[in-house]
């Protein structure tokens, strides 16, 4: 069975300073997905990493892939209080587009 | 670009009654996934429809969860009876073939009481 474990749940700070959420996964798969979710609001897709090395940037968010180590990393840089939310990955089963979702990492930028 | 559409967008029940929602995916999206998400998790895939077949429904508890996607384009959740653990936000989503991104609805946050 795959597990998906996000690192921290929790995550305090303040603006302007640099931080890295952690995403293990438990079997082989080389297709992972970041999302965001603000409170009460659905799921907004940030990054889809399609293979192994891949890096993805939009803005202060950078995301990367290593599947032979089965992690991604979701890099936030000189944090903004707008980026305070709930960040999913979720990786690909099997590449059959079966999601299995992390437990989320519940973000907060404190001015 | 219209987005998933779901409703209700809130339910609130007593135990044992029964709820049905509706989503509607994007226009051209072959794939529709229903997702539970339980408070203070990340969303659990119930069932994966391709078209009007069910690709996946191995986690959908089939004794009280029934889901059709009749002309492959809506699709509706019913659950018989509702249990207190199925209250939880139901996230619908869609996505081109199964294949890249999966959209998400604003979700039916349902409570059963």
């Known amino acids: 069975e795959l597990k998906v474990e996000q690192n921290p749940l929790f995550l305090s700070m303040q603006e302007g300073k640099n931080y890295t959420i952690y995403c293990n996964y438990s079997?082989?798969?080389?297709?992972l997905y970041w999302y965001r979710q603000d409170p009460g609001k659905s799921l907004e897709s940030l990054f889809v990493?399609?293979?192994?090395?891949a890096v993805k940037q939009e803005g202060r968010l950078m995301a990367s892939l290593d599947t032979k180590a089965r992690l991604s990393t979701l890099h936030i840089t000189a944090a903004v209080h707008d980026l305070s939310a709930t960040y999913f990955c979720a990786v690909d089963l099997g590449g059959a587009q079966k999601l299995v979702f992390g437990q989320g990492t519940r973000l907060t930028i404190n001015p | 670009e219209a987005g998933v559409a779901q409703s209700p967008r809130y339910k609130i029940i007593e135990k044992r009654q029964s709820v049905a929602f509706w989503c509607n995916p994007i226009?051209?999206?072959?794939?529709l996934y229903w997702y539970q998400q339980i408070l203070g998790q990340g969303p659990k895939l119930l069932i994966q429809f391709q078209n009007n077949g069910v690709v996946d429904d191995s986690q959908l508890p089939k004794d009280r969860f029934s889901a059709e996607r009749l002309k492959g384009v809506d699709s509706t959740l019913k659950i018989q009876p509702a249990k207190l653990e199925d209250s939880a936000v139901y996230l619908c989503?869609?996505?081109?073939?199964?294949?890249?991104?999966?959209?998400f609805g604003p979700g039916t946050r349902l409570l059963v009481l």
């Open positions: 226009s051209g999206h072959a794939t």
């Open positions: 079997t082989t798969s080389d297709r």
């Open positions: 989503a869609s996505s081109w073939r199964g294949y890249g991104t999966q959209y």
């Open positions: 990493l399609l293979s192994n090395g």
